[in-house]
């Protein structure tokens, strides 16, 4: 297993961008969303909410549950606020980094979680924290950047590195596992894994200020908190310049699982 870094998960995000760009990520989201099996009054925790579009559509299928939307930015925590206010209390807001204890809630019935869990830190120490949050039989319904993520993005990165000292030694922010490597966490963890797969998923931008944009929310935030804000451009522009084309190669991870009755 390569060893996991250790990121700072709290992010400048620029929210407002990121929910006018996030149509990729809702799209994928969408398609984990429907694995998650509801009746429609559960309460499920929305790990990793962002700006909300994917949670919305959760709370269409719960017509009489709760989602508690939980990230660790409050940017996208106010962005989510504005995007479902229609849905009035059948939504609560929560803070917290999933890198870190959680606070009290739960048990809830369910946890969705989609593009988030790259960005955390301690994965055996995450899984063990969900589970705990989790009653006996809930599902755990994710997917995230798996082996293989974002390669294309990764190799024109490490070919401007040299021009900008503050990410030469860097290994960069993210987690991007094997399927074996998550099962075996998972079921550490306290959880029954029905599968983890990988599917490979792609993001191609109209022009190439949209790749720019793009690469600067989501894909690079962690790079552009790490160099001087009047190198920001230029790292994001050099990125772009550096890739092939305007398609991102995603490959993402994905889960299904239960608790087990007695989380390990």
């Keep these: 297993m390569p060893p996991m870094v250790t990121p700072d998960t709290t992010h400048a995000w620029d929210a407002q961008t990121y929910d006018q760009i996030s149509a990729p990520m809702t799209r ?34 719960l017509p009489s549950g709760h989602v508690i939307a939980l990230d660790g930015s409050d940017a996208m925590l106010a962005e989510a606020r504005t995007n479902l206010v229609g849905y009035g ?48 039989a809930g599902q755990l319904i994710a997917q995230w950047g798996g082996f293989g993520n974002v390669a294309n993005v990764i190799d024109a990165l490490d070919s401007v590195k040299s021009d900008f000292p503050e990410l030469s030694d860097w290994e960069g922010p993210w987690w991007f596992p094997r399927p074996d490597e998550v099962t075996t966490l998972l079921h550490d963890a306290g959880f029954d894994v029905q599968r983890a797969w990988l599917t490979p998923e792609f993001v191609t931008l109209g022009t190439h200020e949209e790749l720019k944009r793009y690469l600067a929310t989501p894909v690079l935030v962690a790079h552009l908190d790490r160099v001087a804000p009047e190198d920001r451009a230029r790292l994001v522009a050099k990125v772009a310049d550096a890739l092939p084309g305007k398609t991102i190669n995603y490959v993402r991870m994905n889960v299904v699982a239960t608790r087990l009755p007695h989380p390990i």
Excluded at 35 to 54: F, H, K, M, Y
């Design 89 to 136: 209390t059948r939504v609560s807001y929560l803070r917290a980094d999933l890198s870190h204890d959680l606070p009290e809630f739960g048990p809830v019935d369910a946890i969705l979680s989609t593009a988030t869990f790259h960005w955390v830190s301690g994965h055996a120490g995450l899984f063990k924290r969900l589970a705990t949050r989790l009653r006996p």
């Design 28 to 61: 994928m989201g969408t398609t984990v969303l429907d694995r998650l099996q509801l009746i429609g009054n559960e309460t499920v925790l929305d790990a990793g909410c962002g700006s909300g579009r994917v949670t919305a559509k959760l709370l269409d299928r």
